[in-house]
């Protein structure tokens, strides 16, 4: 693909974002690599001047290249924020675990460790992903062009963290998400990239070679425990891991609240 035709793709993906509404990419020039999926993004954040307030990064299996997305300070929500399901428009959930940097990850002549990983995390936090799209079809689309759109990041709400986490088993914890009341995932959930600071060494490998490294303060969530569950406008959605803690959002149908909680 061109320089010309990745620029055409990062501004259909901006004018999505700035007016609402979805883009139809069914005419677009197939993106060839993660490589332009990322040029794209940098054009993106780029053009909407947008703030990052972390990273997502998730992998298939162990053995597979991560990749990494950001997610914009403006979609970084509390606990209990409402959400009005007219911004969004899939509303997809996805239970995660997340960590909060203490440490800024600058560029470093060598690659990173996960045991720099290690010490550079600080508190652990139960998520949720909010999964949307701004293509018509976007979660059918191709893998480059979903990483292109932040690999269909609408938002992430944390919950309250913890510190002490180094002796809990993340290769499997229990986890549950409840939707309206009703229990749709509950069980021990397992991410599918199994070491997370693999993962997240990865991810600050390719944010430091980027325009923005990860800095102390942001959030950097790992992918999903429980899969993706779609849910309806309205919905009220509870994801509890037993051992780090609970995570609350709902989805209002009707205008945007007044004073909703942010981040």
């Not at 993906?13 to 700035?18: C, E, G, M, N, Q």
């Not at 995390?121 to 932040?150: F, K, Q, W």
């Not at 021990?188 to 990239?193: D, E, F, K, L, P």
């Not at 991810?203 to 569950?229: F, N, Q, S, V, W």
């Amino acid at each position: 693909m061109s320089e010309s035709s990745i620029s055409e793709v990062a501004r259909y993906l901006i004018a999505a974002r700035r007016d609402h509404r979805q883009w139809d990419a069914s005419d677009a020039a197939p993106l060839n690599d993660a490589g332009e999926a990322y040029a794209v993004q940098d054009l993106v954040t780029g053009g909407l001047d947008a703030d990052l307030g972390g990273w997502k990064t998730s992998a298939p299996d162990p053995h597979s290249v991560p990749i990494a997305a950001p997610i914009y300070s403006a979609l970084l929500h509390r606990t209990g924020t409402q959400i009005p399901a007219s911004e969004l428009f899939v509303i997809g959930i996805e239970g995660e675990i997340a960590f909060r940097m203490k440490r800024d990850l600058p560029p470093l002549d060598r690659p990173y460790s996960r045991e720099d990983l290690l010490a550079a995390a600080g508190e652990m936090l139960p998520a949720i992903e909010i999964v949307d799209t701004r293509m018509t079809n976007g979660l059918e689309e191709s893998r480059h062009l979903i990483l292109a759109d932040n690999q269909s990041n609408g938002g992430l709400v944390i919950g309250p963290g913890i510190v002490n986490w180094r002796n809990l088993n993340l290769l499997r914890q229990a986890a549950s998400v409840t939707v309206n009341g009703q229990v749709k995932y509950s069980g021990i959930a397992a991410n599918r990239a199994g070491d997370l600071f693999r993962l997240m060494a990865w991810a600050a490998d390719h944010c430091a070679t980027r325009k923005r490294p990860i800095r102390a303060g942001d959030i950097i969530t790992t992918g999903t425990y429980t899969g993706m569950i779609l849910v309806e406008p309205g919905a009220e959605v509870v994801v509890e891991f037993p051992e780090i803690g609970r995570v609350e959002v709902s989805f209002p149908v009707g205008p945007e609240i007044p004073g909703r909680v942010g981040y």
